[in-house]
């Protein structure tokens, strides 16, 4: 059976998303590998998500990975697979790959089909709509991914490469970045994160999210509540041939009219492609990208 309907925001789902995507930045030159999107209330990161999806406009993919933090289940430190038939959203059901959940369950056995974790995922939820509009009918590989661990994400990263090889798969890390600090101090962490992100060094990355964690930012719990996705996500990137990360955008909720920027949470989306190696952090000196809602709004 289909996984249980996912939430969706106020008003018309189809809507908001296709409003989102209408203010969302073009798409850039090359194909993406891999993104790296949010997954906060379409409100406050719904611009910066649609930003990150917009990349994947006219590409021809035959899956997408979507991997996400555990958010719900205590103690769970694994990598859940989803072995259901699909999530049914408010535009459809989206199919789900069995035969790639086979695979990845049989290349790595540190994975489990547990389905608990996937039961309210929120951060996997969001993402559904923009695969129904951008890459309608693709089936998609959803994968709790609860543990930090460097090496266990590594290893990971890598047996999901192996199944994805040949293919024109679409790997999707789903984070959002710093957590409850102020305004500033948010700018700060997430400026450092999404820089060792498209620079592709999981190391980099560890580091990064390290030293924010530990410069004394007020009510800074953490960089990234995805690190485990985001570390996987490198890895397979890395061995599927991504040389180069680009940032697409960023902004927090402190953006939002209705946002405390005494306590905020970051955003930000990146491309990851093959091409000429290096990282493009352009985006990093451009306004925060944050959706403003305008009369006749829709695709």
Do not use: K
């Not at 917009?54 to 997408?64: H, I, K, P, S």
């Not at 592709?200 to 690190?227: M, N, V």
Request: with cysteine; charged share 15%.
């Amino acid at each position: 059976m289909a996984r249980g309907a996912a939430r969706a925001a106020a008003g018309s789902p189809l809507a908001t998303v296709r409003a989102l995507l209408d203010q969302a930045l073009p798409p850039l030159a090359s194909r993406p590998i891999a993104l790296v999107v949010p997954h906060a209330g379409y409100v406050y990161s719904g611009l910066v998500a649609a930003d990150g999806w917009r990349q994947a406009e006219g590409q021809r993919y035959d899956l997408v990975v979507l991997l996400a933090p555990n958010h719900t289940v205590a103690g769970f430190s694994g990598v859940a697979v989803f072995l259901g038939s699909g999530f049914r959203t408010p535009l459809g059901v989206v199919p789900a790959g069995a035969a790639a959940a086979a695979a990845l369950l049989a290349a790595d056995p540190g994975c489990t089909s547990d389905p608990l974790p996937h039961e309210r995922e929120h951060a996997i939820e969001v993402q559904l709509p923009f695969v129904q509009l951008l890459l309608p009918g693709v089936p998609i590989l959803p994968v709790v991914v609860g543990s930090e661990d460097a090496d266990r994400a590594a290893r990971f990263g890598a047996a999901l490469a192996g199944v994805l090889a040949g293919r024109r798969a679409l790997v999707v890390s789903s984070s959002d970045l710093s957590h409850y600090p102020a305004y500033d101090d948010a700018v700060a962490a997430d400026r450092a994160v999404l820089a060792a992100i498209a620079r592709l060094d999981p190391g980099g990355l560890r580091r990064a999210i390290e030293t924010e964690e530990r410069a004394g930012r007020r009510g800074l719990s953490t960089c990234a509540c995805g690190a485990a996705p985001l570390l996987a996500t490198l890895a397979a990137a890395r061995a599927l041939g991504a040389t180069r990360g680009t940032v697409v955008s960023h902004a927090n909720s402190g953006d939002v009219p209705a946002g405390d920027r005494d306590r905020v949470v970051g955003y930000g989306a990146v491309s990851i492609t093959a091409g000429a190696p290096g990282a493009d952090l352009a985006a990093l000196d451009a306004p925060p990208h944050v959706f403003r809602p305008h009369p006749g709004a829709g695709r």
